[in-house]
């Protein structure tokens, strides 16, 4: 038995994954509730990278669970290549053949009761390959990693630097041949020099096997190295999302612009005096009314702690930008937002 | 996209150099520790002298003699004296060692196994079924594991069945306690979180990526309590609640020449002094497990 | 503070619920009919089944648990088979006969144990070290019904020092607070101090060896502080622990008493279960393992609560 191939049903240049008001609460007790994520909207195409950022407790980890499933969500679907996720079209099983996941903690995401090999071939066995075929793939796998399997195959975990079995975790998630791969804060654990190597090699398996990544990261240098585009997390909502290069140079939302130039810059010409973030550190128990950022945000106005803003088009013409502020949609109410004559 | 593609050649995977595995590393550990080892050489001889005791014993330990009763220490022909009933002491105690150590492994053996299986299971799966399970356990925790095995031996009736089943049961929730919270603690791992991504359902993780990291510390965990179930086994023959006469078990004799202390104290003694040295060989092999397959706690 | 009460007392009571469940199976879960024990062998099937509706053999279990859920409640625990005198009454005595020797054992234990921890502690990996380890592998290891009897070898048959056994010259109904009662606890009480001693001793090893390598102590010694300064705020870190421990310790031997108190005639629960048991009376059996439980199950409460009043640490969890 052989893993099949997977068609790509509808065609290059559509999405890949889209997610639809997908919610996640964790109730509390006693009536409490964080709301992780709450009715977030997304797509990634076929190929791209689509980074996404926030502060820790943004609902980032969160939102990687849910899109491997690891968690069930409370509300909202899945299309993964059109078809629903777990599905009739599309099982659960299926769906984790093509979507895979690596994790922070290289060394907690290994067991360490397993070789180096037996850990990346266990992903195949389960699917029916048979374990000297899953042996052979999970050793091709290490040498297409950087890791000589002559070398590592028959090691174990604890025996591997942070960065070699972080390139394990890597050839592990491919050892399904995965069209999806979550990189969930991947390389923040790694030193600088390492993850350099690592991202290059992301950046080299993602040309070879063709993938499409969604990478998590607090750290918006390496999030603007390997992305296309970027998704902006703030109490569980996407605040706006981009190209890359557009929104990182013309950030809309005000929490965007406070990520920026709390970024370490390192041109001394580019350093932003603009107040880093204050106010109340967010807390995904008890979010504000209305905008979330409001109590934080400098421009805040009435409308803010009202009404929550819809995430809408802006700054661009065919639609790739949009943003969740008031001040991006005509007529909110807000004095900066731009006149509906204007939009019209 | 990738494929695998199988030939229709059988696959040969050529074999690596293994690095020295786990089980390696923890004999390695183990040798060094002179005590453990010493500990683990005593109870494997008092094993082998329970299972030779026909070619080890020099009398019949049931055959009794009116003329002989309660001999000291050194008697010729009863090197260890002899009991009430006049028969030969060692050779009861050579034989009285099966008993004993039967009624040391095998109830916490069948615990460590229904144990497991419970924790295991209450500890992977967690939500309602974790929370019945768990205060189920936590009733049987209330008593203290004397009060336990004695109420149910007691209402059960006397006997060697009954004393099983209650020492059965009185290791059954501490053992079921300890798998459900290593458990616990594994199952939040990344790496079963990876098991899980990768499609594979609950028993094809658990037999692969859980019970390998915790049978260790529930094992280690289940050795510490041989000792435990020795004492009581042997604690519930003193009270007549185990083995009848004349069978010989170290606490039934203990039990029986509880009168003799006045005659032959030191007679009296040996039995008691019996499960001490293996209680405690028990207990020190268990601490060098413990330490030779690094558990914590 | 008052929500962490509530939450342990909420948790205890389905165990204690759970408990009196067992206690009342017990009876049960014992081969033939409970009635058999006191049945002439010649008794006539009217004669049977007027008992069987006396004792309430003849409802339905939950119905049969829930008037004996409701009598315990009011402090009745039925009437023992063999003397026909109420059970609540016999347990109370020898509980009260048991919490002596208990409480004095495991202050023996905690005093010894937690000398020879913190010696051990202190002079980590020295000789005192490894022979206090020692003691505390000896103290879980040895059987302590053998090791009263080795104790009544020793000190009543060859020195004739002390008391083989019993409660003095009356029993425990004549007690009086003098030299030749008091005589009669020393043997039992110290043979079961072992039973917590090996423990505690572990316990505070642990504990100081803990605190000493935290950085406050360092510091201690830095400000100049001589050692009696350092030993003071160890015992105050340990101590909480330690007492914990204690009164776990004293819950398992209210318990574990039974075979020290029939080594030694000592008149507590454990020499009234020998008797239930030898005599087959299951409703003293019953009661007197349903006093001991609820004990046991009450003082971990009690101990969590304390734990919580002394370390606001504990209540998070």
Known sequence: MALETHPDRGGPGTPLLQAKTLTKHFPLGGGAVVRAVDGVDFAVMKGETLGVVGESGCGKSTTARVV???????????????????????????????AQMVFQDSYASLNPRLTIEDSIAFGPTVHGVSKAAAILRARDLLQRVGLDPARFAARYPHELSGGQRQRVNIARALALGPRLVILDEAVSALDKSVEAQVLNLLADLREEFGLTYIFISHDLNVVRFISDRVMVMYLGEVVEIGPVEELYNDPRHPYTKALLSAMPSMDPDNRTMEAPLTGDPPNPINPPEGCRFHPRCPQAQTVCSKVKPALVVTASEDGTRRAACHMEIPGSGHSRAPSLEAAA | MTAIIESAAPIVVPPLAKSPGYWTGVWRRFKKDKVAVGAGLVV??????????????????????????????????????ADELGRDMLSRLIHGARLSLFMGVVPVFIAFVFGSVIGVAAGFFGGKFNTITMRTVDVFYAFPSVLLAIALSGALGAGITNSLLSLTIVFIPPIARIAESVTTQVRSMDYVEAARASGAN???????????????????????????????????????????????EWGLMLNTLRTAI?????VAALPGAAIFITSISFNLLSDGLRSAMDVKG | MLSYLAKRILYVLPVAFGVSVFCFLLVHIAPGDPLTSVLPPDA???????????????????????????????????????????????VWRAVGNTLLIALLATVIGFLLGSFFGFVAGYFRGSFLDKFASML??????????????????????????????????GGSAAWIWNWEHVSYMILPAITMSVIPMGIIARTVRALVADILHQEFVPALRAKGLMDFGVFRHVVKNAAPTALAVMGLQLGYLLGGSILIETVFSWPGTGFLLGNAIFQRDLPLLQGTILVLAMFFVGLNVLVDILQGLLDPRVRRR
């Open chain 2, 202 to 248: 609950a028993l094809t993780i658990i037999r692969v990526h859980v019970l390998g990291n915790v049978l260790g510390p529930i094992f280690v965990y289940a050795t510490s309590l041989i000792s435990v179930s020795m004492i009581l086994a042997s604690g519930l023959s003193f009270l007549g609640l185990g083995t009848k006469p004349p069978t010989p």
């Open chain 1, 68 to 98: 491997m499933q690891l968690i069930p969500q409370d509300k909202g679907e899945m299309l993964f290549d059109g078809e629903i996720v777990g599905g009739k079209d599309l099982t659960l099983k299926e769906y984790r053949r093509q």
């Open chain 3, 44 to 90: 006539s099937q009217a004669m049977q089944d007027e008992l069987r509706k006396i004792y309430g053999f003849d409802r339905p279990l939950p119905v049969q648990f829930g008037l004996w859920l409701l009598k315990a409640l009011q402090g009745d625990l039925g009437t023992s088979i063999a003397t026909g005198r109420p059970v609540a009454a016999e």
């Open chain 2, 44 to 81: 494997l001889a008092i094993i082998l002298m329970a299972v030779f005791a026909d070619y080890v014993a020099p009398a019949d330990p049931t055959r009794s003699s009116m003329l002989r009763r309660l001999r000291p220490i050194g008697t010729p022909g009863y090197p260890l004296g």
């Open chain 2, 262 to 266: 006045y005659v032959q104290p030191w």
């Open chain 3, 136 to 169: 505390a592998v000896l103290g879980v290891s040895v059987p302590h019904y053998w090791l009263g009897m080795v104790m009544v070898i020793v000190f009543s048959v060859q020195l004739g020092w002390l008391p083989p056994g019993g409660a003095g010259p």
